[in-house]
């Protein structure tokens, strides 16, 4: 069991001193938004998933996409009924041939250093974005696919020109942050390069348009969230909110129940039941967007053991996993088996792949086809190979790298599926890769050199996905485009990034979802990863606090602004 950091607690009273220094009055001009708010309603979260980055071009983990959720303006976000409704923009139209978007944004809105914040921002994010995005800015670019280019017309006026008529235009645009011109022009560089590796948290506070700034920055700590009191939209209720990273998701229900912090935002699966017990806390539960999978390398042109290129080999080794188990065991039954990355919260979740049955003796059987025969070790051996691909005998044994910050028991998930290669006389061994950053390294591999180099060091992975509902996003990472970037495959297949493109061009919503639902399958026939289980998301508050709005998540400024004392 990982140690929770020993600095937790100090932590949440330090960013708990810079929160309260916001004041409590909307006369004090240093940033308190929320009427009646005191320096006492610090909303105190606790979390397993850290912060890994503010930098909309260069982060991996979902508390990073929240967090600038808070702090960027968007144009659109989603309302409790997942219905959109505008963020920094009050209304849009669409041209009669769909191809320009005009949102009409809010009048006199400004940035937190004082300057003004207008349309022209936004048009030189998209401009950006686009320009630089086969490289520096590709992890922002797939929410701004299709587009040309985008103009201001006037300061509350933007209109986007796409280059041609796109059917997920307004989910797509819920993922994308407007930064302030004048502070990240000046940081591009050459070919857009130092958008990437600029580094906005190391420049606090933050400089941003939304519900909050950031006065506080902690990775593997506390960061603390102020208030901004310009913010356009609804004010914060809390005059502040702390966000600690612990190692150890039991202690955070400890910090709970003992009152040190307010909301959990993910509880240990196997505490659920218990905790429900607890008259001072509140357990919410809500369909999750969160898939566990087994992720394999998919590059065409690795080195070693290509044998784990094959979809035969792959669906073998799958039918072996007791995905029921992982199911009872890591999750206490809080999830459910699923079979496309899109996972289940998405309406145009493909209904009819598989499903992967659970079948050793069938699985052994068709490994026993494929010519690996067991050796004497009992460990199966991949025959020698020769020609463009020639590759010496070797034993079915392989690593699987696995990330410190996943917020579930990767470790106990880990044993179960090593459990149910063996069955099959296959060896694994757990790599732990480190932090998102460190693993996210591993599987990319050297991206700063010759494409050769890229997706070569490391053959089978475990690790987790957060989707949306609109499932473009998570199409996207199986995308060429997306190596370096989203990526966590390496995966190259020309034919299915035809699909992919097709699908966001495709107006008519079932013809879409005929071309989604296909997508969906190309990555489930290839085996590009074996999912595993769609979990519910649970989180726990304080009765001390009421007006959570859980179920929004990432998707919502309300995520953070509604909480309020009771």
Known sequence: MRLRRVMGVALVATALAVAAGCGGGDDSGDGSSS???SSSDVLRIGTTNYIDSLNPFNYIESQAYTAMMMIYPQLIQYNAAFEFEGDWAESWTTSDDGKDWTFKLRPDTKWSD?????????????????????????VAASALANIKDAEATDDTTLVIHYSSPVGN????????????????????????????????????????????TITQYEKKGTTAFKPYPDFYGPPSHAS???LTYYTNADSIIADLKADKIDWADQVPFQAVDVLKKAESISVNEWPGAETTNITWNSNPDKKKNRELLSPAVKKALSMCVDRDQ??????????????????HISPLENPDLGPLE??????????DKLGFKRGSDGLRVVPAATGANAQAEHKMSYEIVTPTSADFNIDRSFDIVKDGFAKLGVKVTQKVGGDATATYAIETGDCSGPESNQYQGWDIAMWDWVGYLDPDFMLSVTTKGQWCSWSDTGVNNPAYDKLYVKQGVTV???ARKAVVWAAQKVIYDNFYYTQLTNHVAIDATSKKWTGFQSKLGGYSKVYYTSPRQS
Do not use: R
């Not at 998209?126 to 995005?133: A, C, F, G, Q, R």
């Open 35 to 37: 009427e009646g708010a």
């Open 114 to 138: 004082g300057e003004p914040m207008t349309a022209a921002d936004a048009a030189w994010t998209i401009n950006t974005t686009v320009k630089y995005k086969d490289d520096a800015t590709a």
């Open 169 to 212: 235009v307004l989910p797509q645009l819920e993922q994308f942050f407007v930064l302030p011109e004048h502070v990240w022009a000046p940081k591009a560089g050459a070919k857009g390069k130092g958008l990437k590796t600029y580094k906005p948290e190391l420049n606090l506070p933050i400089i941003g348009g939304g519900a909050y």
């Open 240 to 242: 502040g909110v702390a």
């Open 326 to 343: 992982i199911i009872d065991v890591v999750f206490a039954g809080y999830a459910s088996k699923v079979e496309s990355i899109v996972g």
């Open 358 to 367: 659970y079948d050793c003796s069938a699985a052994n059987a068709a490994l």
């Open 508 to 510: 008519d919503p079932e």
